[in-house]
Structures are given as structure tokens and as C-alpha cells.
């Protein structure tokens, strides 16, 4: 089975720096996860207008209004077959704040074949999606760019106005000197302007999964099936 990234990103993928191509390869069938920890040197949030906003997003683990320096995280990419049938992968990415807060952003996302893209399910209940615009960049690293953002619950279905959304950017390449991952993020308003953002490095181990199942608290406690366009 092809990764949910060899999908997208088609010819393009083998463009990716070799160290990515494993990142991204995590698949069903590769045998492997992809577990990463490092530390994020800065996590910040736009003006206080942008608080409420984050603070809304932390109930379903999609924002929150946290920010600081030299932060521990991990960011958890396992593969498994969703209850839709769907090839799956995990992007939960944990902070950890001090000994006793914690934030995570949680994600899963699939390929869509009716979408041509990945969609990116946000939170812990996928009710807001988001198709993903993937670029391999001419040092190898892989650029990630959110579209319009879509809600669904049931059989309601509808996409955001952008004015209350944001578009996110988010970079991943590898630095072949130090030997570590490399992540930026941020994420933009076009009438607020910046919301939030964090950059960081981290190692990877890539676990066996023939023995192991995906961690439960990895996975989301609700599933959507939609893949259309409202």
C-alpha cells in the first residue's frame, strides 16, 4: 500500500529529502511508526484579541493560548485503518508545558481520492476538515498549507468564511549536519492577522508495528466519513 503522502504528492515525493521520505512513508503496510520528541524554542499567539479564539480550540485540542520557550514536545505518526476503512495517520502533537500542564494538537488525516488531496481532520471529534496543499521545496523539505476549513456534524456539512478562520503553514525538512528534524508552523487570519505559530527541531525512532497496535489515546473519539465539498 502507498502512503497517504506518496498519493499526494506523486513523483514529487522521491524530491524529498530521504530522511522525510521515511517520515512520511508511515504507512499500514511499511511496518512502522514514527515517534518524534524534541523541543519547540518558541510557541507564541498573536494579539489578545486572538485568546478567545485559542482558548475555544484547546476544548478539542485544535488551539490553545499557551506560549513560552524551550518547550518539550512529541509528535506521534502512526498508521491504522480507520472504522471507514480509510488508510489513517496519526499527527498528535503533545506539549509539555511543566511537570503538571499539557497541551496537545490533534490530528488524523487520509487521502482523498474524490478530493485529490489529504484531508486534515482537526481535534479530537474531526468535526473541522481541512484539504491540504502539499510543495517539496529545492532543498528537499516538504511545505503543508491548509485550505478553506469545513465543518461537519451528522448531516450538516458547510464551509467557514475565511474571515473566521486560519490558513496554516506548516515546514518540515531535516538538517543533515546536526542530524534532527527541523518544524515551523504558523498560522494566519486575514483580517486578524497572526494567531499563532511555533518552530522547534526533534528526533525520530520509527517502532515496529508488528506487534503493536496504535496507542488508543491517539486515536480520535469521533469519526467523519464525509469527503465532500460543503
Known amino acids: 500500500m502507498t502512503s497517504i503522502f506518496q498519493l499526494a504528492l506523486g513523483q514529487d515525493f522521491q524530491k524529498l529529502h530521504p530522511m522525510l521520505q521515511k517520515r512520511f512513508g508511515v504507512d499500514v503496510d511499511s511496518g512502522y511508526a514514527c515517534v518524534g520528541r524534541g523541543v519547540f524554542s518558541e510557541v507564541r499567539r498573536g494579539a489578545w ?4 479564539f485559542l482558548r475555544l480550540g484547546a476544548y478539542r485540542n485544535i488551539l490553545f493560548p499557551d506560549q513560552g520557550r524551550d518547550i518539550p514536545f512529541t509528535i506521534e505518526n502512526y498508521p491504522f485503518i480507520d472504522g471507514f476503512g480509510r488508510p489513517t495517520v496519526t499527527f498528535v502533537r503533545t506539549l509539555e508545558l511543566s511537570l503538571s500542564k499539557r497541551r496537545r494538537f490533534d490530528a488524523t488525516m487520509i487521502y482523498s481520492p474524490q478530493r485529490s488531496s489529504i484531508v ?10 481541512t484539504d491540504l496543499n502539499l510543495e517539496v521545496m529545492a532543498d528537499g523539505s516538504l511545505h503543508l498549507q491548509s485550505t478553506a476549513q469545513r465543518f461537519y456534524e451528522g448531516w450538516v456539512g458547510f464551509t467557514f468564511p475565511a474571515v473566521l478562520t486560519g490558513t496554516a503553514d506548516l515546514y518540515e525538512g531535516f538538517d543533515d549536519e546536526r542530524g534532527v528534524y527541523t518544524i515551523q508552523m504558523q498560522v494566519r487570519n486575514p483580517v486578524a492577522g497572526f494567531l499563532f505559530g511555533y518552530r522547534g527541531e526533534f528526533t525520530c525512532r520509527f517502532p515496529s508495528l508488528a506487534h503493536a497496535e496504535i496507542p488508543r489515546h491517539l486515536k480520535p473519539l469521533r469519526e467523519e466519513a464525509a469527503n465532500r465539498a460543503g
Do not use: E, N, S
Request: proline share 7%; aromatic share 14%.
Open 49 to 52: 484579541w486572538t485568546i478567545p
Open 120 to 129: 486534515d481532520y482537526l481535534g479530537t471529534h474531526q468535526h473541522l476538515a
